[in-house]
């Protein structure tokens, strides 16, 4: 142990600018990962991760790498951190445990939204950023141009800059070589009571909760009991390694060092990631002494953002759906759900995100490892509600109250930066204002790239923004939102009848101003969706009693029924189950069948 001989970085990135590939390839390059159990991208390792490409859980590894410069053996420890926004807390947590992050720039694309995102990140935990040309194999590369790009936007010196390629192995040896040299070592105080940031944390059946962290001060080792401080909870370490990547056992870890612990530890909120740990022994001692230990800075609770609700198809899997995700909890502290009964829907739960990707995380993983058939509802963000100076939370849209002159009613805000080929300005400006967006800032990154940014309400992004603005600039812009804070808006709840029966699933809550041709599309969006019966079916939407727009659908016409010859009637009764239902997951709501994309409506209006 030597800690000047130590370096911790991350690596970050734009969404498939090669983070992955890169990090296998320093992993591969230092021999820490014999090459048969290299398997694709080692360090994201859930199934859903690897087929969109995204890195959902955090992992570190730990390799020793020889300088070719001073021929000294380094230990250079790799913090992986999640590649979207959702996870933007943990990503900060991470890059808080490092001293440097390799800035991968795919040198055919340029900088996107979440090259700068992560720039902002790093800057704060005050990392040295190395940037690096990646793809430079790629004929469309143009790593010059780039290079200036990097230098004008966010101020680094690119003149020695690196240029690789990840996937054909080139630039990796000047890769470590300028972690070794610009990373700074930690700053170790090994004498110092010992502190530890943790930077993830998952269950693990057999071990139970493991808990990735960095040393900050002093020093742990098997048998010391630990405290959380945020949590308040005491384990003692049952088992303490590092991760290369395979988790091997050593006898301490001191300050300045990466590694695992666990400690039958339960819950994953005892060790929630943010969170920092020190030694029960310590934390009593300095309490009796009147000078409490401080808990390292930047712990955060995650705050669902998104709401949506989970119902089973079949009643009868409502059990096993709660067992699913009390399962799924286990490994993600920042999922919470409680129990919602609707009328139509029946039981299930009203579940909270962190945000829109994380929601989908989720609900792949229950249909796919659960096997579980849901009906998911529209998702929807958090308001709030003054009424007589009491303020309410509102998780459900069909829960906000009809609002009067007496009620104050919020929202919440994001920050969103938008990068894109300038020629599309305009059309990013038409659809920040179809989405009550505030338009903060328009600037030139190079005379044919731009940057807007603007703040809106997050109800408007968590509907299809993402896909709206890559339809309207073919796919070539990038955003990054952060949440910025509550304001008042003037919401209304917006109730949808079917059948005239309330369909509760279906509300939502929108801006006055919009309520009307929000209504009126809504209207006919669920009139496409739901499939003819044998009746006529009105559809309402309206606020509070008042009907604001209508349609209906008409009923099946008989000539369906006069294509079975003969008079049999269980011939008769199949056909028309098939019309109605299809394969589709369906939820009747009063004589109604609605197929689950009628839930989803709210987000497909034209
Ligand atoms: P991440 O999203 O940043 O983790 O990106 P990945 O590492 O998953 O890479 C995204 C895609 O780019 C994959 O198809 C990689 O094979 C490809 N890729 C990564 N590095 C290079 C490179 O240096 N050259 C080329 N041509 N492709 C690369
Ligand atoms: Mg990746």
């Given at each position: ?8 970085f991350?690596?970050i990135?734009?969404i ?10 320093l992993?591969?390059s230092?021999?820490t990962?014999?090459l ?6 080692l360090?994201?390792n859930?199934d ?5 490409g995204?890195?959902?859980?955090l ?15 380094y ?26 992050a390799?800035l ?14 992560n720039?902002y ?16 194999d ?27 390629s ?16 610009k ?5 170790a105080?090994?004498d110092?009571?010992f502190r ?10 057999y071990r139970?909760?493991?808990v990735?962290f ?5 020093q742990?080792?098997?048998?010391d009991?630990?405290r ?12 303490l390694g590092v ?10 870890l ?8 666990c ?7 005892d ?5 920092t ?12 002494a ?6 390292l ?7 669902p953002?998104v709401?949506?609700g ?24 920042s999922?919470?759900?409680e129990?919602?009964?609707?009328g ?14 994380h ?11 659960y096997?579980l ?20 939370t509102?998780e459900a849209p069909s829960?906000m ?7 104050e ?17 305009g059309a ?11 338009l ?5 990154l ?7 940014v603007?703040?809106l ?41 079917i ?5 509760t ?6 801006h006055?101003d919009?309520a009307?041709s929000?209504g ?12 003819r019966?044998?009746?006529k079916?009105?559809?309402?939407a309206c ?14 016409r ?9 008079g049999?009637?269980s011939?008769?009764?199949?056909l028309?189950?098939?019309q ?8 009747s709501?009063?004589?109604v069948?609605?197929?689950?994309e ?9």
């Open positions: 142990y030597n800690s000047e001989r130590i370096r911790n991350s690596i990135a734009h498939d600018h090669g983070k992955s590939t890169l990090a296998d390839r992993l591969e230092t021999q990962v014999a048969r159990d290299m398997e694709e991208q360090l994201d859930m859903i991760e690897r087929e969109r995204i890195t959902i859980k992992q570190a590894a730990r390799v020793l790498y020889k300088s070719k410069k001073d021929g000294e053996i230990v250079l420890n790799l913090i992986d951190t999640p590649g979207h926004v959702d996870f933007t807390y943990e990503v900060s947590r991470s890059l808080a445990a490092c001293e440097g390799l991968v720039v795919d040198a055919s694309q340029g900088i996107e939204a979440q090259t700068l995102a720039v990140l790093a800057l704060e935990n005050d990392l040295e950023i190395i940037p690096v040309l990646n793809k430079i790629l004929p469309a590369a143009d790593p010059d141009r780039v290079a200036e790009e990097i230098e004008e936007t966010i101020g680094l010196d690119c003149t020695d800059i690196v240029h690789a990840a996937k054909a192995g080139i630039g990796i040896d000047d890769i470590l070589e300028s972690i070794v040299q990373v700074p070592p930690p700053q105080n090994v110092k009571p530890a940031l943790i930077f993830d944390s998952y269950y693990d059946s139970g909760v493991i990735f960095r040393v900050v001060d002093g742990v080792k098997k048998g009991k630990l959380f401080m945020a949590s308040a909870a005491e384990h003692e370490v049952t088992e991760m290369t990547p395979k988790q091997v056992q050593v006898e301490n001191r300050a300045g060092e990466v590694g695992y612990i400690g039958s530890i339960k819950d994953v909120l060790a929630r990631v943010g969170d740990m020190v030694l029960s022994k310590q934390f009593k001692e300095a309490k009796a009147d000078a409490p230990m401080k808990a800075p930047g712990y955060a609770d995650s705050v953002m709401y949506c989970l119902f089973p198809v079949d009643a009868d899997d409502y059990e096993s759906l709660r067992d699913s995700l009390g399962k799924l909890r286990l490994n993600d502290a999922l919470s759900y129990p919602e009964t609707s139509a829907m029946g039981f299930g739960f009203r579940c909270g995100f962190l945000g829109l990707l929601m989908e995380i989720i609900n792949e993983r229950l249909s796919r490892e096997n058939d849901l009906i998911m509802t529209a998702p929807s963000v958090v308001y709030k509600v003054i009424h007589n100076g009491v303020e309410k509102i829960k109250p009809d609002v009067t002159r007496d009620h009613t919020l929202e919440p805000y994001v920050k969103m930066e938008i990068l894109t080929p300038s020629e599309y300005n990013i400006i038409e659809l920040g204002q179809e989405r009550r967006g505030i903060i800032d328009i600037k030139y190079t005379p044919t790239r731009s940057t807007i603007y703040e309400p997050l109800g408007e992004v968590i509907t299809d923004f993402f896909d709206q603005l890559k339809s309207r600039t073919k796919g070539y812009a990038s955003m990054e939102y952060k949440i910025l804070e509550y304001r008042a808006s003037d919401l209304v709840r917006l109730d949808v009848k059948n005239y029966e309330l369909a699933a279906l509300a939502t809550v929108v006055r919009n009307q929000m009126r599309r809504l209207c006919a969006s669920l009139k496409e969706l739901i499939p019966q044998m009746f079916i009105p559809i309402q606020i509070g009693v008042k009907v604001v727009a209508s349609e209906h659908i008409s009923p099946m008989k000539d369906v029924l006069a294509k079975c010859y003969g049999d009637i011939r008769k009764k199949k028309l189950n098939k109605a239902k299809g394969k589709k997951k369906m939820k709501i009063g004589k069948t609605v197929p689950q009628a839930f989803m409506a709210v987000l497909k209006l034209d």
